[in-house]
């Protein structure tokens, strides 16, 4: 069955400071990874995609990792900030269509001053 | 959200009733995806279209319909066969179903049924 773990489930940092989280998977076959942010109440938005032959990621603070190797995905947020404060999600597609989508239950990061 | 809409933002029912929800977007994507959302799970796929006059059951298909009568317009029934309504919405779409391009979401419905 295909799977999609995140660590830690919550976490919370002081302002300015930097973080990483964690996604593990065992979708098979591979085809992209993607990280979404979601602040309460509205719906994700994309930061990164990455296709198996990329292995790093960056959009602004964030800085998605890929491991296809060992399964692996880190999002990595730089400075935060409490606009940062959002649950984040890790989504695995497998080959075929978009419809083939496995969803992470999410980080929750709250920053705090 | 990208061009996608999702309305109404909040929605009451009482059981034994159905509801719709509306989800528009004028990205011109072929494709459009509705998802749940529970408190910790990951997504789920209710239903997708991949274009005008198509769609497919998702994962958790039971108690929902849907129609795609038009590119814009893919709206969702949740029916009173679907035993645990309560839950927040999301309708996605995406340039096509091919597996490479992103999925833009919508703002969401939350929909509670007592």
């Known amino acids: 069955k295909n799977q999609v773990e995140q660590s830690p489930q919550s976490l919370i940092i002081l302002e300015g400071k930097n973080c990483t989280l964690q996604?593990?998977?065992?979708?098979?076959?591979?085809?992209?990874l993607r990280w979404y942010k979601q602040d309460t109440g509205r719906g994700p938005v994309s930061l990164t995609i990455?296709?198996?032959?990329?292995n790093t990621k960056s959009n602004g603070r964030y800085t998605a990792t890929l491991d296809a190797d060992t399964k692996q995905s880190s999002l990595h947020i730089t400075a935060s900030q409490l606009s940062d404060s959002a649950s984040y999600i890790c989504?695995?597609?497998?080959?075929?269509?978009?419809?083939?989508?496995?969803f992470g239950t999410g980080t929750r990061l709250q920053v705090t001053l | 959200d990208g061009g996608i809409t999702q309305s109404p933002k909040y929605l009451f029912r009482k059981e034994g009733q159905n509801v719709t929800l509306s989800c528009e977007q004028n990205l011109n994507h072929d494709a459009m995806y509705w998802y749940r959302q529970d408190p910790g799970q990951g997504l789920r796929l209710i239903y997708y279209s991949q274009i005008v006059n198509d769609f497919q059951k998702g994962d958790i298909a039971e108690g929902y319909s849907v129609s795609r009568e038009k590119k814009e317009s893919f709206p969702l029934t949740v029916t009173s066969a679907q035993k645990n309504p309560t839950a927040f919405y999301l309708c996605a779409s995406s340039i096509d179903g091919e597996s490479s391009y992103e999925q833009y979401f919508g703002p969401g419905t939350r929909l509670t049924v007592t």
């Open positions: 989504v695995v597609n497998s080959k075929g269509t978009a419809s083939k989508l496995t």
């Open positions: 990455m296709t198996f032959s990329e």
């Open positions: 996604c593990n998977y065992t979708v098979s076959p591979f085809s992209n």
